[in-house]
Structure formats: structure tokens, C-alpha cells
């Protein structure tokens, strides 16, 4: 609490020290070990002050440095920074655009391609039954031709293969042989005697037919008067007719290969 | 010993009392900081030397604080703010580095 204090150049006490320890390394540590006794005088109370304010300043600045936001940044700085946001911005919306834009551009071209898909499968079912290719289901009925005797030739079961088609049957068999639209039914021999060939096949009474359609329909075309069974009756021979609500066509047809024939191209 | 005391003193009272920055303050605060870094490894390098004079490190400090605060708020007026003040903080720096070295000398005379 030396209050007087005017210069204090050459006789101060700091000078005096110094010069007592002659700036030995000792004495260095001895000047350090003597600033930091407590002592008050108005040196160090102005140092304490001062020091006081650098800390609070320095924390208040790591606080405030630490909470990282913006509001410590200059104007310039801040101007920067949102130009470069905007930029980034707009660099993402015309990005953004243009993967909506091919997004778009997919899902329809996948909405055609399964279109596409599904119309292919549909008529890939239809020229499978057509073609009999594929197994066929659904109501129908199964006829059975006895020979008794007398026998049925080849051009009366064509008959009832034409009388079955105008009736509106979708898919017939006989025996395990498909009936499709390049079958062939005819008189043959085998072992010397006479049988009837389907598609080179030797088939053997009885003679079973399936086929599918109205069940109603069919069977009425077939015991119509002067019909195909009225002229199997007259030979000789018996026939059954029972209606099945679901009948099954197991046999199958070869896919034909066509060596001449060849789609028309569409336009 | 006191100016440590102070030193803790403020520290604490900057923890407690939680002050914030005022916006306009904002730039000048962390370059005022260094300064009086500055400042203080003077003071410490002139204890070592017995050459402290206590009206000295007050007015070196305050002035320190307000040229260095001057020369950032001249730098943002002209529009080179954050250059100017990085180039107060390279200044400070090595006078504070260079003021280690005088008392790592007087203590360790190395």
C-alpha cells in the first residue's frame, strides 16, 4: 500500500533485486519465488485486477466460441457463407429435378414393361390352350364310345371330334391323345387287323373323349336327333355322356413348328 | 501471487455468471484476449528481468487491448476484417512466443 508512487526508475526495488542477484539462475528463481509471496502492494493489485479482467474475457470467449453458432462471425464472412449455401441449394434442387424427372421415367417405362408382361403371359394362356400346349381345366363333359361289334370308323369320330367344336368346346382329348386343330383321325391297320390312328397313335375302344365347354350345350348337340351318337347308335355302337362340373385335360399337344408359315409384321 | 489470485478470480466469475457477447463486441473480444496475453507475458518476462513497473503494464496492457481492437475494427470497416485480424493474431503471437523464450532463458538459461 505504498501509495506515493512516482517514477521509480533508478532506485526501484524490481532494479534493485536484479542487481543483487546479478542475473544468476538462482536469482531468477528467486525473483519468481519473491512476485509470488503474497505481499499487497498496489503492483500487484493492479496486476490482479487486470488479470481478473483477462480471465473473465478469455472464458467468456471460450464460451462463447464454443457455443459455435453464427453470431460471432463478421458480416462479410456471414455473406460468404450464404452465398455458398445458396449456390449448394440450387445445386441440389436441379439435382433433385432431374432424379424426379428419371424416377418418373422408370416407373413408366416399368408400368409398360409389365404391361407388357402381363399381356404377353395372358395370350401365352390362350395360344396354349388353342394350341393345346398347356393342360386345360374347367366344366365340361366325358363321352365314352363302346364298340360292340360292329365297328365305329375313323370318319364317326371325326364327326363327333367336328360336333364337339360346334358346340363350343374349348379343349378336347381322346383317349390320351389332344385334340388340336392339325389332328388327324384315321382308318389304319395294325396286326392285321383294322384299328383307328390318332396322329399316328393306335387308339383302342373304348373310345373316351373330354372336353371342355358349356357341359348343358354339348351334351344336347351331341343327342340331337340324327347327330353324331344317333349315327353310332345306328352302326351298332354304345356312348355315354356324364357332365363334369371340373374336368381336367392332361394331355398336351407338341408346340407345331411352322417351316413355311410366318407372321405378317405389324405395321 | 495476487494477479494469479485475480487470474482465478476471473475465471470463476466468467464460469458463474455465464455473460454473453454482445453481437457488436463479437469480433473483438478474442483479438482483445491475445493482446492481453501479450501484455501479460510481457509483465512476466520485465518481473523476471526486475525491470516491472506496474503504471507500465497497465498502459501497455490497456493499449494493447485497444490497438489491437482498433486495427480489427479499422480491418472491418475496409472490408478486410478477417484478414487484418489474422494478421493481429500472427503479430501477437510471436511477440508472446518470443517472450517465452526471454523467461524460459532467465529461468533455465537455455
Known amino acids: 500500500m505504498t501509495h506515493p508512487k512516482e517514477p521509480p526508475r533508478p532506485g526501484s526495488p524490481q532494479l534493485g533485486q536484479r542487481d543483487r542477484g546479478g542475473g544468476g539462475r538462482r536469482s531468477a528463481w528467486q525473483i519468481l519465488g519473491r512476485a509470488l509471496l503474497p505481499r499487497f502492494s498496489r503492483a500487484q493489485a493492479t496486476a490482479a485486477l487486470l488479470c481478473a479482467a483477462l480471465g473473465f474475457a478469455a472464458v467468456t470467449q471460450v464460451r462463447h466460441a464454443a457455443q459455435a453458432d453464427y453470431s460471432g462471425l463478421r458480416e462479410s464472412d456471414l455473406v460468404e457463407l450464404l452465398d455458398r449455401l445458396s449456390q449448394r441449394t440450387e445445386d441440389l434442387s436441379g439435382q433433385n429435378l432431374a432424379l424426379e424427372t428419371q424416377l418418373r421415367e422408370l416407373e413408366s417405362t416399368r408400368g409398360q414393361a409389365e404391361a407388357a408382361a402381363q399381356a404377353t403371359d395372358e395370350r401365352v394362356r390362350i395360344q396354349g390352350i388353342l394350341a393345346g400346349t398347356l393342360p386345360a381345366e374347367g366344366p365340361g363333359v366325358i363321352l365314352r364310345v363302346y364298340d360292340t361289334g360292329v365297328r365305329v370308323t375313323a370318319s364317326t369320330l371325326y364327326h363327333l371330334v367336328q360336333e364337339l367344336r360346334n358346340a363350343g368346346a374349348e379343349a378336347m382329348s381322346l383317349g390320351d391323345t389332344r385334340i388340336t386343330a392339325s389332328t388327324w383321325i384315321a382308318d389304319g391297320v395294325q396286326g392285321g387287323e383294322g384299328v383307328i390312328e390318332i396322329d399316328g397313335t393306335a387308339i383302342f375302344p373304348p373310345y373316351e373323349f373330354r372336353a371342355i365347354g358349356d357341359p348343358e350345350t354339348i351334351e344336347v348337340a351331341l343327342n340331337i336327333p340324327g347327330g353324331a351318337l344317333a349315327v353310332i347308335r345306328s352302326a351298332g355302337g354304345t356312348s355315354y355322356v356324364t357332365r363334369e362340373s371340373s374336368l381336367t385335360i392332361e394331355a398336351i399337344a407338341a408346340a407345331p413348328t411352322f417351316e413355311f408359315a410366318s407372321p405378317v409384321p405389324e405395321p | ?110
Open chain 2, 1 to 110: 501471487m495476487l494477479a494469479l489470485i485475480g487470474l482465478a478470480v476471473g475465471v470463476v466469475a466468467g464460469v458463474l455468471l455465464h455473460p454473453t457477447v454482445p453481437p457488436e463486441l463479437a469480433p473483438y473480444l478474442p483479438i482483445a484476449v491475445v493482446a492481453a496475453l501479450d501484455a501479460l507475458s510481457g509483465a512476466a518476462r520485465a518481473v523476471l528481468d526486475g525491470l516491472f513497473d506496474d503504471r507500465v503494464f497497465v498502459v501497455s496492457f490497456l493499449s494493447n487491448v485497444m490497438v489491437a481492437s482498433f486495427i480489427v475494427f479499422l480491418g472491418d470497416q475496409l472490408g478486410v476484417g478477417s484478414q487484418l485480424s489474422t494478421a493481429v493474431v500472427v503479430v501477437l503471437g510471436i511477440r508472446i512466443f518470443s517472450n517465452a523464450a526471454a523467461i524460459r532463458r532467465r529461468l533455465f538459461k537455455a
